[in-house]
């Protein structure tokens, strides 16, 4: 079975530049979850789709963030525009139900400069 | 605030040791308790779940919840140095959809 895949790996930007990050889960998994870790720190929960409908957003800073899952499949994660304290790996997780998430993805490791 | 509190460690066991490693949650309506083992430079990877009072065993691994205490512990027995690596405690509310909280986590060094 495939895992989660994830990309871009590595991207460094200035603060007020804008992101994407593109995530796509294990087939079948009807959960996705996009968690920020800032170095030291445990992942923190920014958004959590079941299907393509979003379940918890409440950590999502929405004034600069959007994510989408488009068709319940693929999902992309913006920031824009992109401050210093950003600065994170960048992880996307699957589940096949609605229990924890149970594969991560390699993340996205973003550096505002 | 819910919070999960770890002991950031490094917590330095010698090989064939027990390693335990220890985690408390200030969320009284907690329901659900999860072990994350992550390697340098690594995502994260589930390892232990456990739901009920008392203990879960898994191979090497016991994880071990008091709920009127607040508190989760993982033990490793026969830990080996590819057991080195910062295990994080996460929580979680049964409501239908789990929203986990995570710990900071706790590195565990295993000496040959």
């Known amino acids: 079975e495939a895992g989660v895949a994830q990309s871009p790996r590595y991207k460094i930007i200035e603060k007020r530049q804008s992101v994407a990050f593109w995530c796509n889960p294990i087939?079948?998994?009807?959960?996705l979850y996009w968690y920020q870790q800032i170095l030291g720190q445990g992942p923190k929960l920014l958004i959590q789709?079941?299907?393509?409908?979003?379940?918890?957003d409440s950590q999502l800073p929405k004034d600069r963030f959007s994510a989408e899952r488009l068709k319940g499949v693929d999902s992309t994660l913006k920031i824009q525009p992109a401050k210093l304290e950003d600065s994170a790996v960048y992880l996307c997780?699957?589940?096949?139900?609605?229990?924890?998430?149970?594969?991560f993805g390699p993340g996205t490791r973003l550096t505002v400069t | 605030q819910k919070e999960v509190e770890q002991n950031s460690g490094p917590l330095s066991v010698p090989e064939g040791a027990i390693a335990s490693l220890n985690c408390t949650y200030s969320?009284?309506?907690?329901?659900?308790f999860f072990w994350y083992r992550q390697y340098s430079g690594k995502s994260p990877e589930l390892i232990m779940s456990?739901?009920?009072?008392g203990d879960k065993e898994d191979g090497r691994f016991t994880a071990q919840l008091n709920k009127a205490s607040q508190y989760v512990s993982l033990l490793i027995r026969d830990s080996q140095p590819s057991d080195s690596a910062t295990y994080l405690c996460?929580?979680?509310?049964?409501?239908?959809?789990?929203?986990?909280?995570f710990g900071t986590g706790t590195r565990l060094l295993v000496s040959p």
């Open positions: 997780a699957s589940s096949p139900s609605n229990g924890p998430p149970s594969s």
């Open positions: 087939s079948g998994h009807a959960t």
């Open positions: 789709f079941q299907n393509n409908g979003v379940v918890d």
């Open positions: 969320d009284r309506g907690s329901q659900s």
């Open positions: 456990i739901y009920s009072n």
């Open positions: 996460a929580t979680g509310e049964n409501t239908g959809f789990q929203k986990l909280v």
